[in-house]
């Protein structure tokens, strides 16, 4: 028997391996574990720069800059203009229902809690120079306030009646509310007008009791006795419009006329820089003022806050000045606001009558004249 070289067994055909790979390891591992070595080493780097580099961020932070606090400049105060001393007349309005004048600009809103102070450019405390009388007695500054065409509308009249401080109404004649509003006025200790409708050079329409130069003499005495007839306590005259009227020496006489027999005073609303009313009331020894500043010929916030504060600051200079309002919801609302803080400004609110008394006392306070002295008279009469 032949011997196989392969071995004393018969030849049997090996198994092949299914995990050369491993097999191949297990046999020689060395291999494995310098790649693993390797791998080691390249983790412990990563993770070593990782932990030194937030210690860094932590230990040595990066100083930050801030920048500084920027304080606002203060708010220029406001300023007061320098009005002048003679106001020029403005064109007359129309006369009409209060309530159908609607600018279009929004009804004014003062901010809540307001009471000393009025939105927009403030009514700023200051104690302002004190006029000198006639007889070298200082007195403090004051205003004549007038509230024009009271009577064709109740609920507005009222308010306007009811503001604070001694206002002046003038009331127009004939007007469905007129004797009303006469007398719950002169019940709050208001003092009364008569709002007297004169001709215009506009030609607007004047409404009943209206003066014109085509009345004759007695129509036109008739006309103006009927007017104040029809309103209880008056004391006063002032024009409604007319800026034609006012220039007519002749009618102007007439007017001072009826008024001396009914010993009342005359307001000039001076609608024309050419009015001769107050130079025919002082030559008929008519007791007479003329107006300084109209409130609200433009009925937005912003005007009527101007020339109020402009009615104070002639107060301020001269010693004395006359306003004349409306009774328009934006007036009666700003005028709301406005008056109780007059008091901060040491002015005060007093009625027609009231300053013409207080100009008599300085007029007859004035020096009496020396031979060849020239004296200018102070007052209005």
Do not use: C
């Amino acid at each position: 028997m032949t011997q196989r070289k392969d071995g004393p067994f018969p030849y049997k055909r090996p198994v092949p391996d299914s995990h050369p790979l491993l097999t191949a390891l297990a046999r020689n591992p060395r291999p494995l574990i310098m790649m693993s070595v390797g791998l080691i080493g390249m983790l412990a780097l990563v993770l070593f720069n990782t932990w030194g580099g937030e210690k860094s961020e932590s230990t040595s932070p990066v100083p930050v800059a801030t920048a500084p606090a920027v304080t606002p400049p203060p708010a220029p105060a406001p300023v007061v203009p320098n009005p002048a001393s003679v106001t020029s007349p403005v064109p007359e309005a129309v006369a009409i229902d209060p309530t159908a004048v609607t600018p279009a600009t929004p009804t004014i809103q003062p901010p809540q809690g307001v009471t000393a102070e009025i939105a927009g450019p403030e009514l700023q405390p200051s104690v302002p120079a004190q006029a000198t009388s006639g007889s070298g007695i200082a007195t403090s500054p004051y205003i004549v306030l007038i509230l024009d065409d009271i009577g064709n509308n109740a609920e507005l009249g009222r308010r306007a009646v009811a503001l604070p401080g001694a206002i002046t109404y003038a009331v127009l004649p004939h007007t469905p509310h007129a004797a009303s509003l006469a007398e719950q006025a002169h019940s709050l200790g208001k003092e009364v007008m008569l709002h007297a409708p004169m001709s215009n050079q506009a030609h607007f329409p004047l409404g009943p009791g209206a003066l014109t130069d085509e009345l004759s003499r007695g129509e036109f005495m008739q006309t103006l006795t009927d007017s104040i007839a029809s309103i209880p306590h008056l004391q006063g005259v002032n024009n409604h419009m007319g800026s034609a009227l006012t220039e007519q020496e002749t009618q102007m006489s007439w007017v001072m006329e009826a008024l001396r027999e009914h010993d009342l005073y005359f307001v000039d609303s001076l609608t024309t820089p050419r009015s001769v009313a107050g130079r025919v009331a002082r030559e008929q020894q008519i007791p007479t003022i003329t107006r300084n500043v109209f409130l609200d010929n433009e009925t937005t916030f912003e005007n009527i806050d101007r020339e109020f504060k402009r009615l104070l600051a002639l107060a301020e200079k001269n010693g004395s000045a006359v306003g004349i309002g409306h009774p328009y919801i934006q007036t009666l609302e700003y005028l709301e606001q406005a008056l109780p803080a007059l008091a901060q400004k040491n002015i005060e609110l007093v009625p027609v009558s009231h300053m013409l008394a207080r100009q008599k006392t300085e007029l007859n306070a004035e020096p009496k004249q020396e031979p060849g002295q020239t004296i200018t008279p102070t007052g209005a009469w």
